[in-house]
């Protein structure tokens, strides 16, 4: 018996294909730095360092409309916590944060665009 993925289902928005030195492939393009992902769109992101990290700097994010069920932060080769007060600014404004490595925080994208979730991104780069 053979397994078969289903590559057309895989939401819309950009697809996030692979990592190159200090940045993404994101649908068969190359970006540098850290990028911005929503449902519509992908762009760069000069990302701060991750414990300067405040609600202005994804605020693009923050004015989807709807808003985003919750902000997935790809902090970068490995896992790290975001500065609490982002975390309580966004969480008060109904947006939850969910912080994981970028690896993970790019799977976690392709998968819950699959189904079709309502999420924003911040992706560090993996040498941040």
């Given at each position: 018996?053979?397994?078969r993925f289903?590559?057309?289902?895989?939401?819309?928005g950009p697809r996030i294909s692979g990592f190159v030195e200090?940045?993404?492939c994101i649908d068969g393009e190359v970006h540098e730095g850290g990028v911005l992902l929503t449902p519509q769109g992908v762009e760069r992101w000069d990302?701060?360092?991750?414990d300067a990290l405040v609600p202005a700097d994804v605020e693009h994010l923050l004015a989807l409309a709807p808003a985003p069920e919750f902000l997935l932060i790809g902090t970068g080769?490995?896992?790290?916590?975001?500065p609490r007060a982002f975390v309580e600014?966004?969480?008060?404004?109904?947006?939850g944060v969910e912080p994981m490595d970028s690896?993970?925080?790019a799977r976690a994208w392709m998968v819950l665009r699959a189904e079709d979730r309502?999420?924003?991104a911040a992706l560090f780069p993996l040498n941040r």
């Open positions: 018996m053979s397994v289903d590559r057309e289902n895989v939401g819309a200090g940045g993404f990302a701060p360092a991750l080769a490995a896992l790290a916590r975001p600014a966004l969480e008060t404004r109904g947006i690896r993970a925080a309502w999420i924003a």
